[in-house]
């Protein structure tokens, strides 16, 4: 077959096979520096990161289906409005055509309208947008970067750009191990649907994509192809501009079609059932706590008001966003379909409507397995978290789950972004401990004879008689507490006292609030 077709179809289509392996894009640190230093440059211009970060996403987007387009692998945006009109430019004449590529582009129909819709250029200086585009973005091969267009480069602007956004906003970037690590233990195939109803840049529906190449890809028919391209992943991201660079960067994996649907909803996912249901789900839904809106009352003071979010079928109704997430995602699951879900740890012992949940979660569905994360491995600071990996099943009158295994990747390990960030390797025991080819052959590392194991089961019956069904299970010594000549470094012990009084001071807040 025609190995352009063939990848094209597979979704990989942004690669030319001269470049399969190679190119001539530096190392990842590198690229960083460059990209920033333009970045820095523009900033006393009075641009934003996050504008610069949507200028660079929309250029590299031209570039990449340039070199897509001279590969042979077909047209991406019209002749007219494309990158070699801009190379042709100069002056005020180039920001002019800029902007019009801009306009043009936005009024196409489908997935192309969504990346440039309502794009504007924020880049007034022609001088300094002829650098961008001559210097900086056309002199590399984009194409040939193996990861998608964020990649490593792209997650450390946001990284260093995370400061520019206070964390009440809830995007919060998920490490890249993590994510590939829950991908190997969900295993999607060829034909499944994926779906992430908070789907961010779109990390993960990137990864289900690229699990399915990396090993299904010498085995797939024409048909198979097809679907994997326009129909396997399904996206919800309620802000416009991330929802934009979560399209363009599906589109330059080859995954959809430029002018046909958009995988990507814009809208808020918990308003209403989607109506479509799916094989996988795989999500880090935003941590802000509540969903709330602020209003002015007749005495002109700012009342914050939580909304309650109230749906036929949800277990019950309650404005804790992560339950209600957790809700959405099962409602979305068909009967057999299973999901990872990465949630904070008030899920896991919250009193009220959280308790009413876990009790329904665990009697309706499989919750099989739950991963206690580490802290330091998230943007956002404060953040303890665990990944909760469940079955949706039929209608019974016996709670599905018998057993909860737990995976402690939290007690005595020790992560920061800065000088010791977690790795895929870091994820290895947990995945190997998983056993996604067969769950039955799972064997606990933790016993009394082994009281450090890190990997244990607990039964239905035993989480019931907790209190509040408490799904928080930790049994690990914390060797900090015990042991003070092998605590860790005095920077390592700063960051986690620091995250732990975030999230004590996160929590006093949203008590506060609820007081007013």
């Known amino acids: 077959s025609d190995p352009h077709c063939e990848r094209s179809e597979c979704g990989s289509g942004w690669r030319s096979s001269s470049q399969e392996g190679g190119g001539n894009v530096s190392g990842s640190n590198l690229l960083v520096q460059k990209l920033w230093n333009f970045c820095n440059v523009l900033r006393d211009d ?50 002019v055509h800029y902007r019009h590529i801009l306009e043009s582009l936005g009024r196409q129909p489908g997935t192309l309208g969504t990346i440039f819709r309502k794009a504007q250029n924020r880049i007034q200086d022609p001088a300094k947008l ?52 829950m991908m190997a233990c969900l295993r999607p195939k060829p034909g499944e649907t994926v779906a992430d109803p ?36 399904h996206g919800w991201e309620i802000v416009d501009g991330t929802a934009r660079l979560c399209a363009m960067n599906l589109l330059l994996h080859g995954i959809g079609t430029a002018n046909g649907k958009s995988l990507v909803t814009v809208s808020d996912a918990l308003r209403v059932d989607p109506g479509v249901r799916v094989d996988v789900i795989a999500a880090n839904p935003p ?12 005495a002109g003071e700012a009342e914050r008001d939580d909304l309650v979010v109230v749906r036929d079928d949800f277990w019950t109704s309650t404005s804790n966003k992560q339950l209600n997430f957790l809700q959405h995602i099962k409602t979305m699951l068909k009967i057999g379909g299973r999901a990872a879900v990465v949630l904070p740890d008030n899920v896991l012992f919250e009193a009220g409507a959280g308790e009413t949940i876990r009790r329904r979660l665990m009697a309706e569905c499989d919750l099989h397995t739950i991963l206690r994360l580490p802290t330091g491995i998230f943007y956002a600071q404060g953040v303890k978290a665990n990944v909760l990996f469940f079955d949706r099943k039929r209608g019974s009158e016996k709670p599905w789950t018998k057993t909860v295994w737990v995976y402690d990747l939290r007690t005595n390990v020790h992560f920061t972004l800065k000088t010791k960030r977690m790795t895929r390797a870091d994820l ?61 470094d005095p920077h390592v012990l700063a960051e986690e006292i620091a995250d732990d009084l975030r999230s004590a001071l996160e929590q006093i807040e949203s008590v506060l609030c609820d007081l007013q």
């Open 198 to 233: 908070a789907c961010g840049t779109g990390g993960f529906l990137l990864a289900a994509h690229e699990w399915i190449v990396d090993h299904h890809a010498s085995t797939m028919d024409r048909d198979e192809r097809l679907f994997l391209r326009d129909e396997m992943v």
């Open 428 to 488: 290895d025991e947990f995945v190997a401990c998983y056993q996604p080819e067969n769950r039955q052959k799972r064997k606990a590392t933790w016993s009394e004879k082994a009281p450090e194991g890190r990997w244990r089961p607990y039964t239905l019956d035993e989480i019931l008689a907790r209190d509040k069904v408490s799904l928080d299970l930790c049994w690990l010594r914390d060797e900090s507490l015990e042991d003070s000549a092998n605590l860790p």
């Open 130 to 181: 002829r650098r961008l585009v001559v210097n900086l973005i056309n002199e590399e091969t984009w194409t040939s970067v193996d990861t998608d267009v964020k990649g490593d480069a792209y997650e450390a602007i946001l990284q260093d750009g995370a400061a520019d956004t206070k964390s009440g906003a809830g995007q919060y970037f998920t490490p890249r191990p993590l994510v590939r690590a």
């Open 287 to 298: 941590f802000g706590r509540k969903s709330s809106m602020t209003m002015i009352n007749e």
């Open 46 to 95: 009075g641009v934003s990161t996050i504008e610069y970060v949507e200028q660079l996403t929309y250029l590299l987007f031209l570039k990449m289906a340039d070199e897509r387009l001279k590969a042979g692998l077909g047209e991406v945006v019209p002749i007219g409005p494309d990158w070699q009109s801009l190379l042709d430019r100069d002056g005020d004449d180039l920001e």
